[in-house]
């Protein structure tokens, strides 16, 4: 009994002595945990949007070509027409398309056709495929490949002719329309890492920042005077990426170093305790149930609390942009605050552990 009593106060001096100790553990893996969650969230988030940009910049031979490519052209944009309104056309089974004037071969769209072009008829006639302003039009990527036609050509349907300015890909929601039922903003086609977006004259700057802001995009992107463009820089958004999945790995080695220093140092401490343990008559299995309850409290309780809160956080996206990092400078600064984080706690384990067996000796009532 009195062994017992002995073994619960070496346990309690124990975690008095390791109190601070085990506070400074505490800290430096939710630390370690911490950001790496943060990090891969905000990677997640800047890759969606990325590849949402790129989406309509990729070596295809059918892309993006609005108004002839005039926005991609600083010196020509401001000549667009500024009420550029879209109006959706609805394909219908047999309706006639003639390309180029073409009145002998026109396209009847119909749903018996070989099996390679049945797919495209069936899309072609299942919603909005042409977007039209007076006699200028858009057309579906799909729409381009069955009719093989590209940006210039005309195309006529009944009595009504267009002249084809832009082959977009995806559906209509890739266009983003105001309340008026004007472009509010374009995707381009965009130099090789650029990309261009078309924004309605009556948007003001604020208003671009924060549309932009709101897709994940911060920085890297230059809007001109009149507030009609906006130019991002797809090399630097890219960048940030590669930045952050740097810092991401950097944490992740960063926490394993972290715990092995935890096991090992706890190891090695725990070893002159077992021997103090067993000469108090306590069970070995015991012993060794203690030590592992401690490290298991030190190592899991962390990353138990983090992905806790990750669950209660329905809004990632908010906690995400809350902590946004995007830039060169403070993925150095987060560097050097883990760095200091690290030698803070490497220097704090070997001040107390070199203590805590020396106090467990010199106690009378241990000897």
Request: proline content about 1%; glycine content about 4%; charged content about 20%.
């Amino acid at each position: 009994m009195n062994n017992y009593k002995y073994i619960l106060d070496l346990i309690r001096k124990i975690m008095k002595i390791n109190k601070k100790i085990n506070f400074v553990f505490m800290f430096s893996i939710l630390v370690g945990i911490l950001v790496p969650f943060i990090l891969l969230g905000n990677i997640s988030l800047l890759y969606k949007n990325y590849k949402n940009l790129e989406y309509n910049n990729r070596s295809y031979n059918y892309c993006v070509d609005i108004m002839n490519n005039k926005m991609i052209d600083e010196m020509t944009y401001n000549k667009i027409s500024r009420d550029f309104k879209f109006n959706d056309i609805k394909l219908k089974i047999y309706d006639r398309i003639y390309i180029n004037g073409n009145e002998e071969k026109p396209f009847i769209l119909n749903t018996v056709d070989t099996k390679s072009k049945l797919k495209y008829k069936i899309d072609l006639v299942s919603g909005s495929s042409l977007v039209d302003s007076s006699n200028q039009c858009l057309i579906n990527y799909k729409v381009s490949k069955y009719l093989k036609i590209n940006t210039g050509d005309f195309i006529s349907i009944g009595q009504q002719k267009y002249i084809v300015r832009g082959i977009f890909r995806g559906e209509m929601t890739d266009i983003y329309l105001d309340s008026n039922n004007y472009a509010k903003y374009l995707i381009s086609k965009g130099k090789k890492l650029q990309q261009w977006i078309y924004i309605n004259s009556d948007t003001d700057k604020s208003s671009i920042e924060n549309m932009l802001s709101n897709i994940g995009i911060h920085d890297h992107y230059e809007i001109s005077e009149n507030g009609e463009m906006v130019k991002i820089q797809m090399r630097e958004y890219k960048n940030n990426i590669r930045n952050e999945v740097i810092m991401s790995l950097m944490c992740t080695i960063y926490l394993l170093i972290n715990l092995f220093i935890v096991i090992k140092i706890k190891t090695s401490k725990n070893k002159k305790l077992i021997y103090i343990l067993l000469a108090l008559g306590m069970n070995r299995k015991k012993i060794y149930s203690i030590i592992f309850i401690e490290l298991l409290l030190l190592t899991l309780v962390p990353a138990i609390l983090i992905l806790s809160a990750v669950l209660y956080i329905s809004d990632m996206g908010a906690l995400i942009n809350y902590v946004h990092i995007s830039s060169t400078y403070m993925t150095g600064v987060l560097f050097l605050t883990i760095l200091l984080v690290f030698v803070v706690t490497w220097l704090s384990l070997r001040e107390y552990f070199s203590k805590t067996v020396i106090d467990l000796i010199s106690d009378g009532d241990y000897v």
